[in-house]
């Protein structure tokens, strides 16, 4: 199917003499209507961008800036309830954690949870409703826009807003001095990547959702467990061994190891094994959502 060329209707009634001469007329021309030629368009027609899949970031951008407020405030409501809630409220009775209050351990906890919810959550039900609900991935793969450029610009959009949130929980902790401005440098990059890891992680749960209750499954079983089991709430340390043997290799718990030293000011261990789990994560998900989503959608 190709798009209708609004160039059509105005040159329908037109005589001229090369339409009056069809053996004058390109040989790329088609012809439409009868006996006239028609020029096919001077550009393939595809959203615009610095390459392909930037095109649908774009895309996914211009849409959400009409509502970018709203969204911002539900992304960022539920990390903020239970910063205040928990910092403030159950900080009071525990008193430091980890050489420092608890409610500034709780703020880099916070900062990767709600990168992991706002990143999963984008690819799943947004990402969802354009691919199967409104059709839009299917309108898109009528432009010279592949399977893999739309799959890597829903997940760079969602690890783009992952990073709002996580930076904007950042800016918060730091007014109120439970976090380094200065941080920002290392933090910005750590939340883009957990943002990216999470983002194709969970659009393999999009290949594979026969209808949104699906990713309930996902929400349930696999990103509660690790909201309460890498770290977020208290350290590692108070898991027993075998336990922390396994959460260690949860993307959540990486996220978390790389922003939290950060936020506080301290060193990070082993960062380049933190950086290369969240890569093989974002690089695994994003292999497997793909081979499923052509066998979906180009079945």
């Given at each position: 199917?190709?798009?209708?060329?609004?160039?059509?209707?105005?040159?329908?009634?037109?005589?001229?003499?090369?339409?009056?001469?069809?053996?004058?007329?390109?040989?790329?021309?088609?012809?439409?209507?009868?006996?006239?030629?028609?020029?096919?368009?001077?550009?393939?027609?595809?959203?615009?961008?610095v390459t392909p899949w930037m095109g649908v970031w774009r895309r996914n951008f211009l849409v959400w800036?009409?509502?970018?407020?709203?969204?911002?405030f539900g992304n960022l409501a539920d990390p903020m309830i239970y910063l205040f809630g928990l910092g403030?409220?159950?900080?009071?009775?525990?008193?430091?954690?980890?050489?420092?209050?608890?409610?500034?351990?709780?703020?880099?906890?916070?900062?990767?949870?709600?990168?992991?919810?706002?990143?999963?959550?984008?690819?799943?039900?947004?990402?969802?409703?354009?691919?199967?609900?409104?059709?839009?991935?299917?309108?898109?793969?009528?432009?010279?826009?592949?399977?893999?450029?739309?799959?890597?610009?829903?997940?760079?959009?969602?690890?783009?807003?992952?990073?709002?949130?996580?930076?904007?929980?950042?800016?918060?902790?730091?007014?109120?001095?439970?976090?380094?401005?200065?941080?920002?440098?290392?933090?910005?990059?750590?939340?883009?990547?957990?943002?990216?890891?999470?983002?194709?992680?969970?659009?393999?749960?999009?290949?594979?959702?026969?209808?949104?209750?699906?990713?309930?499954?996902?929400?349930?079983?696999?990103?509660?467990?690790?909201?309460?089991?890498?770290?977020?709430?208290?350290?590692?340390?108070?898991?027993?061994?075998?336990?922390?043997?396994?959460?260690?290799?949860?993307?959540?718990?990486?996220?978390?190891?790389?922003?939290?030293?950060?936020?506080?000011?301290?060193?990070?261990?082993?960062?380049?094994?933190?950086?290369?789990?969240?890569?093989?994560?974002?690089?695994?998900?994003?292999?497997?959502?793909?081979?499923?989503?052509?066998r979906r959608i180009l079945r």
């Amino acid at each position: 199917m190709t798009e209708h060329d609004p160039r059509d209707d105005t040159n329908a009634g037109a005589t001229t003499p090369q339409a009056a001469r069809p053996a004058e007329a390109s040989p790329h021309a088609t012809t439409a209507r009868g006996h006239l030629p028609v020029q096919p368009p001077d550009a393939p027609r595809y959203l615009p961008g610095v390459t392909p899949w930037m095109g649908v970031w774009r895309r996914n951008f211009l849409v959400w800036r009409k509502l970018a407020i709203a969204s911002m405030f539900g992304n960022l409501a539920d990390p903020m309830i239970y910063l205040f809630g928990l910092g403030f409220g159950l900080g009071m009775m525990v008193g430091n954690v980890d050489g420092t209050s608890y409610i500034a351990f709780l703020a880099a906890g916070t900062v990767g949870s709600s990168v992991m919810f706002s990143a999963s959550f984008e690819s799943m039900y947004s990402g969802f409703s354009r691919m199967h609900v409104q059709r839009t991935w299917e309108a898109l793969m009528h432009t010279p826009l592949t399977l893999g450029d739309i799959v890597l610009g829903e997940v760079v959009w969602a690890a783009s807003k992952a990073v709002l949130s996580g930076v904007a929980i950042l800016l918060v902790a730091s007014v109120l001095g439970y976090a380094r401005i200065d941080s920002l440098a290392v933090v910005l990059p750590a939340v883009l990547l957990a943002g990216l890891a999470f983002a194709s992680l969970a659009m393999v749960m999009t290949a594979l959702a026969p209808s949104y209750d699906f990713f309930m499954f996902y929400q349930t079983l696999v990103m509660t467990p690790m909201l309460l089991l890498s770290g977020v709430f208290f350290p590692l340390s108070q898991l027993p061994a075998a336990a922390r043997h396994v959460t260690e290799w949860l993307p959540l718990a990486h996220a978390v190891a790389l922003i939290r030293p950060a936020m506080l000011g301290r060193a990070i261990d082993l960062p380049w094994l933190h950086v290369g789990a969240l890569v093989a994560y974002t690089v695994v998900g994003f292999s497997v959502a793909l081979v499923l989503l052509r066998r979906r959608i180009l079945r």
